[in-house]
């Protein structure tokens, strides 16, 4: 009975903490001191509603971040780590606004982690000389170097560090320095690090997404995932072209997102399911990944419903490739916002939040500088997006984007010595600040008047000129507001997310489970607790088929398995709800590896 005394003693201090609250429903507002330290409390994943995000309070959020490759190529690990220390980087990238990171990958890099073979990374060499010390985190006790798991979890500690989130983004079946060319999820081949021949088929693209989000579904660092970049046409090597139609065509990327979708989120219900378009729909072309005119005829629509569902088109100026609607008649571009919308935006991808039916992210945005064309073309879909709320990612950080360039023009390591003769590290960062601050700086999410960087994660503010987003909206969301709306203050209300708003696992394609909802009202508060521990302590009675009127159903048996679901049902399970009242974890919580 010891434990059942200390989840008991656990669930009375919950519920003291809790009674100057009307009432304990899982959409209660909760503002917590703002805290230096790194969160670990697995309270900051996204759920949509219409075409804006939302944090677990039903607060709005913005996402506003760069694409940093690398993973998805040969080298296995985020370019630049050869000239810059990791952390200086990750910090850098806190300091200029960045609040997600797209993080390109491919199949295979993902596929030998899950066999437990993950790649060694190159161009890499860390030194942990005292004399010259570089990138030490990267080495091990023995002088080795760390794998590119091992890598990507260093790297997903450091964003936590600095208040910065991330997702990954399938680049390519394979990985390859041009893999972005390939349209197609399946089709490649690759020679495991067992050894083994492994061709890249529909099944092992999601089994590796899906053994991804089981993998990272305790670290909300990684919110999400894109699941396959710009899938397109024949063009560039694949197959056949990627379709969207209701068929049951292995190459019909609607029906492939749908299925990969229910795979993750079977593992991870809280992730954000990232979808690009095609290439062409119904005789409308569009770039690659950029055309989602199927969506309103067909869209994705997972078991779990749409409430993790984020679309994702890719745009980019004519000086990437020159296109129709950037002219107004055969010679001369003259295009506007208004000839945009007209000519492509609306129809292709912009209806979708003009029509408040699903949130965008713009994967990938972005282009060299022209002083023209280009320049004129970043600023109009700069304040588009701004306007419309929709998020983004930049492409890129990395300045060895061929067609686009970077926001990084340089990067180099030097090391300062002290008087004392000891030796300090030190990565020079050389930001392209005319393409930062006119063009990418302005769509960065910030408060309206102090200029403070707004960050995803509650509790640890983003870089060093940042807040945590409850300091935001504790503190500056009623006072200046921030960039989003024309800087509309907020009035401390937020959106009322219910049930069906939020994802939750089906014991069936019928029945939901709402975790943690012991008695089946409909909500989760301290009384679902205090039921599980009945049931436990005292099973005649309370448990299923026990006597009492109170007693658990079989229904609120699967929803009060809301620790580590599927295994027995045990204190555990009611110590995570008051925890999960005080956001002190999600549900289902899973237990720490």
């Not at 190529?73 to 952390?87: F, K, M, Q, R, V």
């Not at 495991?192 to 053994?211: F, H, P």
């Not at 509309?488 to 089906?506: M, N, Q, R, Y």
């Amino acid at each position: 009975m010891k434990k059942i005394s200390k989840i008991i003693s656990a669930i009375s201090a919950a519920a003291l903490a809790l009674s100057t609250s009307a009432s304990a429903v899982p959409y209660i507002r909760f503002t917590p001191v703002t805290a230096n330290a790194v969160d670990d409390t697995c309270d900051d994943w996204l759920t949509a509603k219409g075409s804006r995000l939302y944090d677990m309070n039903g607060n709005e959020v913005w996402l506003t971040g760069a694409n940093w490759f690398g993973f998805n190529c040969t080298e296995n690990a985020p370019h630049y780590l050869w000239s810059g220390d990791i952390d200086d980087l990750v910090r850098s990238i806190a300091d200029h606004g960045i609040n997600v990171l797209r993080l390109p990958v491919s199949t295979e890099l993902l596929y030998n982690w899950m066999i437990g073979k993950p790649d060694e990374i190159s161009s890499v060499n860390p030194n942990t000389d005292p004399n010259y010390p570089f990138n030490m985190d990267l080495a091990k006790a023995d002088g080795s170097v760390v794998n590119s798991k091992e890598l990507f979890e260093i790297l997903l500690a450091k964003c936590k560090k600095y208040g910065v989130k991330a997702f990954i983004d399938i680049h390519s079946p394979d990985s390859n320095n041009s893999g972005h060319n390939y349209g197609i999820w399946y089709g490649k081949s690759f020679v495991d690090n067992n050894g083994k021949d492994v061709e890249v088929t529909t099944k092992v693209w999601i089994d590796t997404l899906a053994w991804c989000a089981e993998e990272y579904k305790n670290d909300d660092t990684l919110i999400g995932f894109d699941l396959k970049n710009e899938p397109h046409s024949v063009y560039g090597g694949g197959p056949v072209d990627a379709i969207w139609d209701d068929s049951n065509a292995p190459n019909n990327w609607k029906q492939a997102a749908q299925d990969c979708a229910d795979a993750i989120l079977a593992n991870n219900p809280h992730a954000l399911i990232l979808i690009e378009g095609v290439e062409g729909f119904e005789g409308h072309g569009a770039w690659w990944g950029g055309n989602l005119r199927g969506v309103k005829k067909y869209p994705v629509m997972p078991e779990s419903g749409t409430s993790q569902i984020v679309y994702s088109p890719h745009d980019y100026g004519p000086i990437v490739s020159d296109q129709p609607w950037f002219y107004s008649d055969n010679k001369n571009k003259t295009f506007t916002e208004q000839s945009l919308l007209d000519d492509y935006w609306y129809d292709t991808w912009a209806y979708l939040v003009e029509e408040d039916m699903y949130p965008l992210l713009i994967g990938e945005w972005g282009g060299r500088l022209d002083g023209g064309d280009n320049e004129k073309w970043l600023g109009l879909i700069r304040d588009y997006m701004i306007a419309h709320h929709i998020s983004h990612t930049f492409w890129c950080l990395n300045d060895d984007s061929g067609d686009t360039g970077g926001l990084w023009k340089d990067i180099s390591f030097s090391v300062e010595r002290s008087s004392d003769g000891s030796c300090t590290g030190k990565t020079n960062i050389v930001w392209d600040d005319v393409k930062y601050k006119n063009y990418f700086y302005p769509a960065v999410w910030k408060t309206l008047d102090s200029k403070k960087f707004i960050g995803l994660d509650h509790r640890t503010a983003l870089g060093e000129n940042g807040i945590s987003l409850n300091d935001f909206y504790k503190n500056y969301a009623s006072s200046e507001g921030s960039n989003l709306d024309g800087g509309k203050k907020s009035d401390g209300s937020a959106v009322e997310l219910k049930p069906e708003d939020t994802p939750s696992k089906a014991a069936d394609k019928d029945q939901k489970i709402i975790y943690g909802d012991a008695d089946c009202d409909g909500n989760v508060k301290i009384n679902d607790a205090v039921l599980i521990v009945q049931a436990l302590s005292n099973g005649d009675k309370y448990d299923v088929g026990g006597s009492e009127a109170e007693a658990l159903t079989e229904e609120g048996y699967i929803n009060s398995d809301c620790y580590d679901p599927g295994s027995e049902l045990t204190g555990e399970d009611a110590f995570a709800i008051p925890k999960y009242i005080l956001r002190m974890t999600a549900l289902p919580e899973m237990p720490k590896r």
